[in-house]
């Protein structure tokens, strides 16, 4: 099995920084597309940002420019670079990666989420 445990979120105030990370970890043989998502209250899980194996990156419109995803193939870990946070970027933040794994074939795994929280 794979499991993904994320990590860096918290209280922010807006127009802050914040980088959240994403650390895979089992029986990965190569993991592909690495991806981030989010849910804020009440409303419905959206993706935010993904990245493929050779590094390529695409973006939310809500977040593009202010967001950078990166990805260390070597630590299995995926990176959310947050600037000039909004309120409306309040949400939990899901890791999401598609893993071929040693024994089970290819995967989808998320992880439990890590609260971003934009306040004054």
């Known amino acids: 099995q794979v499991q993904l445990v994320e990590s860096g979120g918290g209280l922010v105030q807006p127009g802050g920084s914040l980088r959240i990370s994403c650390v895979a970890s089992?029986?990965?043989?190569?993991?592909?597309?690495m991806n981030w998502y989010r849910q804020a209250p009440g409303k419905q899980r959206e993706w935010v940002a993904g990245?493929?194996?050779?590094?390529?990156?695409n973006y939310a419109d809500s977040v593009r420019g202010r967001c950078t995803i990166s990805r260390d193939n070597a630590k299995n870990t995926v990176y959310l670079q947050m600037n000039s946070l909004k309120p409306e970027d309040t949400a939990v933040y899901y890791c999401?990666?598609?893993?071929?794994?040693?024994?089970?074939?290819?995967?989808?795994?998320w992880g439990q989420g890590t609260l971003v929280t934009v306040s004054s």
């Open positions: 990245m493929a194996t050779e590094g390529r990156s």
């Open positions: 089992g029986s990965i043989f190569r993991i592909n597309a």
């Open positions: 999401n990666v598609n893993v071929a794994t040693k024994s089970s074939g290819y995967l989808e795994v």
